[in-house]
Every structure is written in C-alpha cells, then in structure tokens.
C-alpha cells in the first residue's frame, strides 16, 4: 500500500472560529473528524502537525527551511508528501521548496481551501482528499507527478509557476505563463508533457536561503528618493518590476542609480507588473539599456519564484558570474527563457 505523509501546517482549511468571531487555525484532529472518508483510503497515511500551526502569512525562511528537512528526512519511508497550507503565501512555499528540494523524484503537494473544513459549502475536503490521491499516484512504480506543486479547485499546477490570484472564489490561484499538470473531473487527467521528468540522481537538500533581498517595483512618477531607498540599500539583490516586457524609465539619474547599485555588487533581475507574458530585454529602447547596463532578465518568473529563486541563489555561495547564469537559467521549471 502506498504512503503519505500529511504535513498540516496551518491555514484556513483547520480554522475555526476564535471567540471575537475571527478565523484562527487550529488542530488536525477536527480535519479528521470533518472527512470521515479518509478512513476509506486505498493508501495509508501519517501525519506531523505543526506547533502552533499557522496563518501562512507568518511563513518565512526558516520555516521552509523546518519543511524541506522534514520532507528530506521521510524522504525513503513515504510515496508522496502533502502539505496543508494557508493560500496566502502557499505559492511562496511551493516555490522555495522546488529550490531546496534538487532531483526530487516524489509528489510534494500543497493545498488548503478558501472556508474551513467545518463549514457545510466547505472546498477542503475535495482540494484534500484529491491532494492525497495524486501525492499517492504512481505508474510502472514511478511516481506520476515527481515534483512540487500545489492542488485547488481541481486544478494542479507547477508550485514555481503558480501565483495566489483570486482570495473570494474557490479558484484562488492561477498559472499565467504555465499550462496546469492535471485537472480533477470525473478522471484525474495528468497533462503528462508538462510534468518535469525524474532525471534520477540522489534528492539534494538546500536550505542556505539569503533574505537579503529587496523590492523596487515602478510607476509613473516615481521619485529618486523612493529608487535610491532600494538600490543604495544593503541589500545583495533587487527585484525590479518593470512594465509590459520589462520596460522602465530611461532617465539618467534612475539608470544612474541601477549602475550604482550593480557596480556594488548587487544583482538586479527585471520581471514584469504583467502577469502573463515574459520580459524581453532589448525589444524597446526602454529595456535595451537596462540589459546594457546589467540588469538579468526575470523572463516569465513570478514574484513569487523570484523572491525564493533569489534567496537560493544568494545562499549557494557560488561566484557572482555563475549567480547571474543561475537566475537566467531554468533550475526546476520555473520560466522559459527566450
Ligand atoms: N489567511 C489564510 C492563510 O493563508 C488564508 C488561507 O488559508 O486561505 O493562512
């Protein structure tokens, strides 16, 4: 019988009603109690719950750090991981893990759900027990899906790709530039193309992560001083959220500012304010001089993979020219480059 293992980390999926009336997560005990049809499983199942479990805005590095060695450590006795987890910064999580976990060969599945189990028009359950079945999946002994991703609303999409994109409906998350790996209906239908394929090599765990990292994004008007409070920071690396395909101002004392800032030493990666489509340094004038200055191309990262792909980065220790090869390369499926 295959296994999995049940990471529940908090989110609304546990919550309950705290006594002023507002949501505060609580224990695994009452999700059991919620899906009676988990006793009915055809695989097993375990699980480690976090304490105190969380509202996932209060993620951070050191907590993926706490998920990916507990994935590492269960790694030969487990089939498939899943991990129950508030939306808000569930695509923040997926993505750092897909960093730290190299050479993954087993499902790592994030969900959660947008009410509460105990409520009767409740998503949990499905987004759970569909969670299950895909981490549990496997094919001529391989698994079907050796990657880190994240199922809601019976969809499953690539956790590097994915962003939170809607927080009323039950579709709460989308990938723009990535088509999703598998949709539940009446079959669960795996778009096997696009699921990455296990190359072998032994799983290669990474938790070295720099926050260090800050964010400048555009806009019309900006001034020097809001600019210059982000590139002549301490920080090691900006993200520059630029508009359409990576344009940005060409005024001197902003480009001035960005060469400063590089010549420091800090690496500077442009991805869009547009959610679909990629950044394509060179094809205006407007981005043609940022790629002359230094500035990487994000190309289609999202936010969210750029924040964790930096932070992994920064904390490999490698040179500065094999960081900037890094960040324009795909290591786990997270852009397309081009
Ligand atoms: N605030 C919650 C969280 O991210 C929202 C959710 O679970 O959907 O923990």
Redesign the pocket.
Known sequence: MNKVLIIYT????GMVNGADGVLVPFNFEQIKENVPELARLNYQFDVHSFHPV????NMDPEIWKTLAELIYKNYHLYDGFVILH????MAFTSSALSFMLENLAKPVVLT???LPIGEIRTDAKENLITALEIAAKKENDSAVVPEVCIYFDAQLFRGNRAIKYNSEKFEAFRSPNYPILAEAGVHLQFNSNYILKNLGGTLKLHTNFNANIGVLKLYPGITKEAVEAITASKVDAIILETFGSGNASTVAWFLESLRSAINAGKLIVDISQCKKGSVQLGRYETSRILQQIGVLSGFDLTFEATVTKLMFVLGLGVSMDEMRHLMETSLRGELTAG
Do not use: E, F, K, R
């Open positions: 908090g989110g609304t999926i969380l509202d996932s805005s508030g939306s808000d910064t959660g759900s947008q």
